[in-house]
């Protein structure tokens, strides 16, 4: 068994520190209930630097941990500014200056027991997450050895180097040639202000980052159903349940993995508490807070956006029908913090509105409606079994579902998210395109969201079981009134056994699940890693490497931050999309004793080497055309050659000998 190790615990810290400590200083500057401001401070954190970081690179500064400090700061002199503007417009019109305070709500009102028992609940749900996590990892330092993994730590490197923290300065990774660029860079920016800050690696900063991906969303949807109305019981059980699901967030480490998309999944229950505390009690100070949290998803995930967005459709709905005379005020207020989200947000406004019609995935059918919908609310997606003492929670959830009336919406949501994965999952077409294009047409987003909306249902299963124990305890007893206390023993009884029947809330079988990403070694075996660290004592500054974009070279600037031609895989039916000097060099490099123009790529970009790994990123991969048969070269030398990883310098010829340096010259130039 593996276990984190002190290190691994003071970096978790650290990101707990760089996640939370922002976002609450400027919610409790907005005087927001102290539950709805824990909950939203990563939101908020989050917003705070989708605002002002791409400012922060407008005007030429370099961004570092120090910035975080500064953009709190700003976050908090805006927010005493418009509570200050509030109270002098109140004071004009003689109503009292708290009249615009934010109320925790009776729902938010406990015994101190009870605040208690919600904290323990959501630190369980964290250690559940985080031992999953660490056992499927091995370590911190350990590299996920999946596709997505790829982008986002060089993506994390390429901020934490040169500061650059603007939205479109990630072409530089692979997209150099593009002549527009845009790609979300929130999470990334956060990840490279931890690993500046603790110096640690970047396998290791966005491994401890995934660790509290559970605790975060069991905050969120504890402090949500609370808003509800909800009792002590579904609030402590909610982020138990969420923490076993393996649709969320494990499977997104597998799959992918999605970091910044199961980030922004997270950080929505936060995003519908505080929309609940403004259309309840209408701050101004929360006007700023919720559209700040907006841009925030904006800036981490479109794709959590539009979830956000849909729920919260599900939530007005709901709201407007059992109170139609709310729906002009609440327009005005959501018209309001639209507005306001727009114009603090422009710029991952238009990037989410490219994102949507440019970056609509195509992924194959892989089952028919009905064995699909099956997997799913079975929670089997791609296992040899269900996650059946989940699924008995959510039926006994469902037997008692009329006391869970205040948060029919959430379900509702989850239902909505339950079609979408089967059109995604079971059908192909325009229109399913279009439905499912925010979450790029794959069935694993979709099914991560109604895990969320899962973990509601199930919890109230354990709050259904706890109130069938205690019936059953009082007739035992004879007593007309259970023994004080027995309701939440009968919870703590029924989480307990949960956690015995599930074999420790599914924690091994989760980890085994995501362990998938890390055993394998087709992106960085410990060869090529090895190969990396000499090239590492080779190459000049300011020297690029030639690489495959095919076999997982690119890892080599997040480890080693030795900067490749590719930062990033690219699928061989995307080279025709890439720019004419990259595809030139992925064609021809091989021709360079004979082609000036390949010869003049190289001084362009300083080539200075070639880095061959020893497999590939996908097993259908083989090796590019252009640096194929590089023996045959003689403007190459191999300097390095150890269990099928090479290393060749490149020394430009005096002049062209006119002559094909190999066969492939003739067949790929």
Sequence with gaps: MTTPGTYGVMLVLANVLMLFGPGAIVCVAARLPWWSALAAAPLVTYGLIAILAPVVSGFGWAWSPVWLGVVTLVGVLVVLAVRLAASLLDARRGEPASAHAPSPGAALRSRWRGDLAIAGSVGGATLIGALAGVRAMGGPHRVNQHWDWIFHANAVRFISETGDADPSALAALNDYEAASFFYPNTYHVLAASVGQLTEATVPETLNSQFLLLAGVTGLGLAVLVRRYGAGIGLAVSVPITL?????????????????PYATGLALVPAFLVVLTDLIRDRSPAVFLIVACGAVGLLGVHPGAAFTALVFAAAMFAYRWRRQPGLIKADALVLGLVGVLAVALGSRYVLGALTARTSAIGDWPVVGTPGAMLGQLLTLNIGKEYPQYWLVLLMILGLIGLRQLRELYWVLAAGVVFCVLFVMAASYEGTVVGVLTGPWWNDRWRLAAVVGVAMAVLAAHG????????????????????????????????????????????????????????????RTVSAAEDEAMQVLAEMVQ??????????????????????????????????????????????????????DPEIQELVRRYDIGYVFLGNDFVQARFERVNGLRDLMAVDSVTRVYDEDGVSIYTVELPATSSGRPG???CSSSG
Excluded: K
């Design 243 to 259: 923490a076993a699901i393996s649709a969320f967030p494990y499977d997104l480490l597998d799959w992918g993995p999605l970091l």
């Design 462 to 521: 354990v709050v259904t079981a706890a109130e069938l124990l205690t019936v059953g305890f009082r007739r035992i007893a004879r007593r007309s009134e259970a023994p004080r206390h027995s309701f939440a023993v009968a919870v703590l009884a029924v989480l307990l056994l949960f956690g015995l029947v599930s074999q420790g809330f599914y924690i091994d079988a989760n980890a085994e699940r995501m362990s998938v990403a890390y055993v394998q070694t």
């Design 662 to 664: 190999n066969d492939s």
């Design 541 to 594: 500054p300011g020297e690029r490497v030639m690489n495959d974009p095919l076999d997982g070279s690119a890892m080599m600037y997040a480890l080693y931050n030795i900067t490749p031609m590719f930062g990033h895989v690219v699928a061989p039916e995307s080279i025709p999309d890439m720019g004419p000097d990259q595809q030139q060099l992925l064609g021809s490099f091989n021709c360079l004793d004979s």
